[in-house]
């Protein structure tokens, strides 16, 4: 599988720690947007009542392969080390 272009097998040890955290980082972004407010309440906005919005689940099947891949890379070079 590739990321970035270059397939995970080429990876170093280091270069796979690194993609491992682009991807918790970008969930940990993602999960920290969630406790918006117009994610957990009504909002009165120019006198309309705004319904608050529901923050839909990852479920691009590409992204979550992609990022199990990678975490099992790392872990297998990790264990292997």
């Known amino acids: 599988m590739k990321y970035k272009g270059k397939e995970l097998s080429d990876f170093s040890l280091w270069e796979l720690e690194q993609a491992k955290y ?9 999960d920290n947007a969630s406790k918006h407010p ?15 919005m529901e923050m839909a689940e990852i479920a691009n099947p590409a992204y979550l392969e ?5 975490h099992d890379e790392f872990e297998k070079r990790k264990s292997n080390k």
């Open 38 to 52: 117009k994610f957990n309440e009504d909002r009165i906005i120019n006198n309309q009542k705004i319904p608050k």
């Open 66 to 70: 992609l990022k199990q891949a990678i």
């Open 22 to 30: 682009e991807f918790d980082h970008a969930e940990a972004r993602r």
